[in-house]
């Protein structure tokens, strides 16, 4: 039986136990997708490539290192083991500081939607990753709409403060995405978990390892082919 995530496919199988939990922590492919769904939404506008970058640091801060910080304190199993609840807590403020500086910057400059996108993803952020208020947001839904359906809409409004029907298209199809991803991620862990049924573990991670670098090679594609 599986008593920790370090055995998953996105974790390093070298170095040290400590490098491999903080770099497995960071769910790199998982973070990378939602970073990619932030770039979707500048792609449906003429974007600037500064801002462009800008968002998607701010997901990778927000999403990648704090929400992720945050889901190894909230959740019951310890995913990681016991680690430090103040190195993480640490750790996820900084990283949400870094974040909330940049929409922060941008907001105030020109792009005043980013602020109640960002009000609903700070809280979904909390609620989400501690379980708060009993668990209630912490279900599919809110995963596909904090980390699906709003990073392209803050992707395209750090452009152009507006929301096109492409955008809406778009966040539609990453919405569907991380349903995909976030069903396939729970069925992968339970079965991880009970250690049983070897074919079935495997289709899921496949089904995960497609979808996460898929997402992020046709995001960098696109970028390089079409725009740089």
């Known amino acids: 039986m599986q008593k920790d995530r ?40 003429d974007f600037s490539l500064g801002r462009l970058v800008a968002i998607c640091i701010l997901y990778f801060l927000a999403l990648g290192i704090a929400a992720h910080c945050l889901d190894a304190i909230g ?39 980013l602020i109640p996108i960002g009000i609903l993803e700070s809280f979904f ?16 839904t809110i995963f596909v709409v904090s980390w699906g359906i ?7 409004v750090i452009q152009s403060n507006s929301i096109s029907f492409e955008t809406i298209v778009m966040a539609g199809i990453a919405g569907a995405l991380s349903y995909l991803l976030i069903v396939a991620s729970r069925k992968y862990k339970e079965l991880k978990r009970q250690s049983v049924d070897y074919p079935k573990i495997r289709r899921n991670e496949i089904i995960l390892q497609l979808a996460s670098i898929g997402v992020i090679a046709s995001t960098v ?8």
């Open 125 to 140: 952020l909390f609620a989400y990753n501690l379980e708060l208020f009993k668990g209630k947001f912490h279900n599919n």
């Open 150 to 156: 709003l990073p392209v809409f803050a992707g395209s």
């Open 6 to 45: 370090t055995s998953e496919w996105f974790v390093p199988k070298f170095g040290s136990k400590n490098f491999r939990i903080g770099i497995g922590i960071l769910f790199l492919p998982y973070t990378g997708m939602v970073v990619s769904f932030a770039a979707w939404g500048a792609f449906t506008t």
């Open 75 to 113: 959740s019951k199993n310890k995913p990681w083991g016991f680690l430090s609840k103040r190195k993480l807590w640490i750790t996820s403020l900084f990283s949400l500081s870094g974040a909330f500086a940049i929409g922060s910057y941008y907001a105030f400059l020109d792009s005043p939607f």
């Open 221 to 228: 594609s696109y970028l390089i082919v079409g725009h740089l």
